[in-house]
C-alpha cells in the first residue's frame, strides 16, 4: 500500500524534475530547429539534414537511346551522315565506342541480259567508330567490294563544334546525291548521272584528302566545306595531282536545305576537267522532294545533267514501326561537245520499311546507259538490314 509520499515521486517523475511543463517545452523547441522531413508512409528519415558543404548525390537516371521512325535519317556512321552527331538530341547516350554494320542483297532480271535473273550482294558494311568531347574517327569496310576500305578518318572539333579538321578517307563534299547515305536513299545505287560522273570519270567519290569544315547553326545553317583529295588515275594507271572540293548549303527553314557544290581534277594545273552543281531537297511530313542540277567539263567536251526524286513515308499500323515508301525518280544526262550522246533513266518502286532495321525495296527501272543502242528494262528487288 503506497503512501501519500510515493504518489507525489510519480507525479514528479512524470512531469519533470520541477513538477511542470519543462518537458513539452523542450519537445517544442526541438521540433523548430530541426525542420520537417518528407519521407514515405512507413519508412524511417534521419533528422539529421545534409552535411554542411556536401551537395546530395542526385540519383542517375538511365537513358536511352530514342528509337527512330521508318524513314527518317539515320546515324550509324559519321561517313554517311556527318551531322549525325550534331543533330541527336542532348539527352541521348552516346556510345564512346560503337560497331555497326548493315547488309543489302539483291536479285534483278534486266532486259539488256534477255531477263537472265541475277543474284548478289551488293553491300556487306562493317565498321566501328568513336566520339569523345573533341574528337571522333570511323573506320568502315564493305566485304562485298572489291575495295575493302571505305572510310578511315578522324574529325577533329573545337568545343562549339562549329570548326572541323578531317583527316584520312571520306567523301568529298561534292554532288548531294553521292553524299546521301545509301540507307536513306529510297532507291536502289545512286542512280546514272553519279555512276557515270564519279565511277566512270572519276568525279567525287571516296578520297585520300584533308577537308575543313565550317557549320554556323544560327545563320541558316550554314555549312562549308573544302579539302584537297588525292587525283584519280590516268589511262595508263598513273596517278593524277590533287583534286580539290567544296560545297555549301543553307536551311532557310527547317524543311528546305540548298546547296551548292563543285569539283576540280588537278585542281593545281591547267584546269580541264571539272564539275558544279546546285541542289535542293524540301520534306513535309512523309513527302521528300529533291533535285540537283549538274554541268561542267569532261575530256569529252562539255556535259550538263538533271537529278529529280520523290517518295512518301506513309506509316502503317497503329504501332508506326511499319511504313510503305512509293518512290519515284527521274535522270538525264547530255554530252554537248564534239560527241554528242544523251542517257536518261526513270525509276518507280515501292519500299516496305520495318522501324530503322529493315527494308524490302521493289524498283522498275527504264533506263537508256552510256554506252547502250536502245533503252532497256531492269526489275530488281533488294532486301536490306542494318545493326
Do not use: C
Request: proline fraction near 5%.
Amino acid at each position: 500500500m503506497e503512501g501519500p509520499e510515493s504518489g507525489v515521486a510519480a507525479d514528479a517523475a512524470t512531469e519533470g524534475p520541477t513538477g511542470d511543463d519543462s518537458g513539452e517545452v523542450m519537445e517544442g523547441a526541438l521540433a523548430e530547429a530541426v525542420p520537417p522531413t518528407k519521407g514515405v508512409p512507413g519508412e524511417q528519415v534521419s533528422p539529421v539534414g545534409p552535411v554542411p558543404g556536401k551537395a546530395a548525390e542526385p540519383v542517375a537516371e538511365k537513358k536511352t537511346k530514342k528509337k527512330k521512325k521508318p524513314g527518317e535519317a539515320q546515324d550509324d556512321s559519321l561517313g554517311e551522315n556527318p551531322d549525325a552527331l550534331d543533330d541527336a538530341p542532348a539527352d541521348e547516350v552516346r556510345e564512346n565506342l560503337r560497331v555497326f554494320g548493315r547488309v543489302f542483297a539483291r536479285a534483278s532480271a534486266d532486259e539488256r541480259e534477255k531477263y537472265t535473273r541475277s543474284l548478289s550482294l551488293a553491300s556487306a558494311r562493317v565498321g566501328v567508330s568513336t566520339s569523345l568531347s573533341n574528337l571522333e574517327a570511323e573506320v568502315t569496310a564493305d566485304l562485298a567490294d572489291d575495295n575493302l576500305l571505305k572510310d578511315a578518318f578522324v574529325r577533329l572539333a573545337d568545343d562549339s563544334k562549329r570548326f572541323r579538321l578531317y583527316g584520312g578517307q571520306f567523301k568529298s563534299p561534292f554532288l548531294q546525291r553521292r553524299l546521301e547515305s545509301s540507307w536513306d536513299l529510297p532507291i536502289q545505287g545512286r542512280g546514272l548521272v553519279e555512276d557515270y560522273l564519279t565511277d566512270v570519270h572519276q568525279l567525287g567519290g571516296r578520297r585520300l584528302g584533308l577537308m575543313g569544315e565550317v557549320r554556323l547553326k544560327d545563320v541558316w545553317g550554314l555549312k562549308v566545306s573544302a579539302g584537297l583529295f588525292e587525283g584519280g588515275k590516268d589511262e595508263l594507271g598513273v596517278r593524277l595531282k590533287e583534286d580539290a572540293a567544296a560545297r555549301v548549303s543553307i536551311r532557310p527553314f527547317k524543311a528546305l536545305t540548298l546547296g551548292v557544290s563543285g569539283y576540280v581534277v588537278e585542281a593545281l594545273e591547267v584546269v580541264t576537267k571539272y564539275a558544279y552543281a546546285g541542289d535542293a531537297e524540301l520534306k513535309l511530313g512523309g513527302l521528300t522532294l529533291s533535285g540537283e542540277a549538274v554541268a561542267g567539263n569532261l575530256p569529252l567536251g562539255p556535259f550538263t545533267a538533271q537529278l529529280l526524286l520523290t517518295s512518301y513515308t506513309l506509316p502503317v499500323g497503329s504501332s508506326k514501326e511499319w511504313a510503305l515508301q512509293p518512290v519515284l525518280g527521274y535522270e538525264a544526262l547530255q554530252l554537248r561537245g564534239d560527241v554528242e550522246g544523251k542517257g536518261y533513266a526513270l525509276v518507280g518502286g515501292l519500299n516496305v520499311l520495318l522501324s530503322d532495321r529493315f527494308k524490302a525495296q521493289f524498283q522498275a527501272e527504264r533506263a537508256l546507259r552510256p554506252g547502250d543502242e536502245t533503252a532497256a528494262l531492269e526489275y530488281s528487288l533488294q532486301l536490306a538490314t542494318r545493326f
